[in-house]
DNA sequence: GTGAGTCATTGAAACGTGTCAAGTACCGGG
DNA sequence: CCCGGTACTTGACACGTTTCAATGACTCAC
């Protein structure tokens, strides 16, 4: 095929769209561009006929409006940049859903990006996000520190953290209570007659593993007042379903046999309960189990699996809400929005 | 509070962020707005001494390039819309990071909008992301017809479809062969030594219903040559769970007595597995069951859930290339990249 | 007939960037 | 001393939009 064009164009390319700006839609209208201008941002101060004329004129063009050039006049961006650790999580994407629920009614386009932790993969996010002009941010930070963040607060770019709470006045957070969710499961469990219990816990270099093993403790301590309760504790590398699965053979190996495990995660419990159906350990006569997050495949397990549910799609809104708050009240203060995690009982724990 | 401002501004007003501009860098470096334009864009013919100086007060004013106003002065916009029908599917989160890992090293950042199937959705997330000048956008189209895409197709907004095959050369399009898939899941069956088959599927309004169901008849017309088999169809509602569940008991009347079942999707799968071990049935052993789409938490199950994978990263990242090779290529012709479905055998139906 | 007051429209300036023709400074050769 | 060439740098313009002071066309009351 020849590189050099010899003979006339195809018809597609005859009819090729070039851009159409509001001054074309003023030739056509035969106004000037200011009027455009005005029918389209304050439709009420030009006269009816002009109007009409205006928009026939837009519809025939089949004018879009430039955003860049508009913002760029000093105009909103319309954009808000979702940056989390994970879009194929289920909790991500329930939050993603959740400021999108918000923010789309007023009018916003989010743009999101997913770092799978990687701190190099964020910088690049958020600076991608700020060339962008984005009005706000929402992010599940990488780091443990908030150092690749200082950028954004300096320029001042609203932002708020997901899932993490912010330190000092530094930024708006909304965040879930992991200290409750891991007593409400180790509670419940205490409730219902247990006495001898697990905790499968993953690296307690995570945060959330750390609190939810706080709140366990927490409710053997208040238990114990009353009568005599034990929880072991078992801490695996990774929140898996291959490492939950592994960890049965030590389970069954305490004495005196315990009749109830706490897990950190779902994805562990599913694994604890994969490796109990395989040694023929019944579920919840034999042993009870509790997950946590409340993965939506949760319940339609048999027997279906009881969880602490967190509230992702209501994180996500209220994040959503913080931000508005920030961009748009000029006596924002900067807040942490706490939601309760909430226990969900099923089968698997109520026998 | 009084809303007129009587004192000074607080400290963190003072030192509020002023917007920097390229002009701003110029003045620090004293240099002209061209030559700190080169240093960013073509930084070979500026002088060693002069770019050094005018990199360190890009650091030190903290400057950041407007891609608005690089955009509207001819630059590309580095931005892709992405419009799925639902963003809590794992299909089309798994779809949208196949697409992200390819487009994100070319310096793009996604606009991610999440339709539910509503039209007037689509129409607006459409809407915006041309009033973005996205460089292009991929969609799960909402409604049957593309009546809704018609206004991308005649500006020339580089388009690709995703899991929906476009009419003529409207458009470039992934899909998956969904009749081969049928096919492939009633065969392996036919092949394990069944010869009575239920078929659960979901409303034959959707296309993709009717392609599975249409493989599934390939495949005992192709077995019929060489034995006798028979296939009962049955059609619900929706594709869920609970759908799943009732429909059990209507498998369990058919005489004779079926030996495996084929569903549509891994959820009605799901669900009858539930409805069958409740009701004492075993499986594989007295009904073999097979689903499809291969959702993650099928595998995690007991017996883990014989399915049909659809290579949703793969069509993602697909449809990334397509894309980028329209915007890229002048010479560019539409076309569809269509994949194969594999079958992934598990426990659920090898007994 | 004149002045004041309304209402609708105009046209140019400005936003921040990239480009490019034109300009400056310097150097070496004649 | 001049000429041509090289190596950088400059500064004005263009991109598409909104805003706003200025203009024009009417109307009404005196």
């Known amino acids: 095929m020849n590189s050099k064009r010899t003979g006339p164009p195809s018809t597609a390319e005859i009819e090729e769209w ?9 030739k056509v209208a035969g106004v000037s561009t200011g009027t455009v201008s005005n029918v389209l ?11 009409q004329r205006v928009l026939a004129a837009v519809e025939s063009t089949g004018f879009i409006r430039n955003t860049q050039a508009y913002q760029l006049r000093g105009g909103r961006s319309h954009t808000v940049g979702v940056v989390v650790l994970d879009v ?9 859903r959740g400021a999108e629920s918000c923010l789309q009614s007023e009018g916003y386009v989010l743009m999101l990006g997913s770092t799978d932790g990687l701190t190099e993969r964020e910088a690049n996010f958020v600076r991608a996000m700020e060339e962008h002009r984005v009005e706000g941010v929402l992010i599940t930070p990488a780091a443990a520190d908030l150092v690749g963040l200082a950028g954004l607060k300096t320029r001042g770019v609203p932002t708020v953290l997901l899932d993490r709470k912010a330190p000092a006045d530094e930024f708006c957070s ?6 409750r969710g891991g007593e409400l499961a180790a509670r419940h469990l205490f409730e219902t007659g247990h006495t001898e219990l697990v905790f499968v816990n993953g690296p307690t270099t995570v945060r959330q593993c750390r609190d939810r093993r706080q709140g366990v403790r927490k409710a053997v ?13 078992i801490s695996v590398g990774a929140l ?18 315990p009749t109830g495990v706490v897990c950190a995660n779902d994805l562990l419990a599913l694994g604890v309960l994969r490796g109990l159906a395989t040694r023929g350990v019944k579920v919840p006569e034999d042993l009870a189990v509790v997950g946590y997050d409340d993965l939506i495949f949760g319940s339609m397990l048999s027997p279906a699996l009881t969880s602490v549910r967190q509230p992702a799609f209501e994180l996500g809104s209220a994040a959503a809400e913080l931000l508005l708050d920030e961009v748009r009240n000029p006596d924002h203060r900067h807040r942490e929005v706490r939601f309760e995690p909430e226990l969900v ?4 724990s109520s026998g």
Chains 1, 2 share one sequence.
């Open 18 to 26: 070039v851009p159409v700006t509001i001054r074309d839609v003023a």
């Open 41 to 51: 941002n304050r439709p009420a101060i030009v006269a009816e006929t002009t109007r």
């Open 88 to 96: 194929s999580n289920p909790f991500f994407t329930e939050m993603f």
């Open 174 to 179: 909304v965040t879930v209570d992991d200290v």
């Open 221 to 233: 301590r208040s238990t114990s007042k009353a009568r005599k309760v034990e929880v072991t504790e």
């Open 240 to 257: 898996t379903v291959r490492h939950g699965e592994e960890v049965v053979d030590r389970i069954l190996a305490i004495s005196p046999r």
């Open 345 to 348: 009982v099923r089968a698997s």
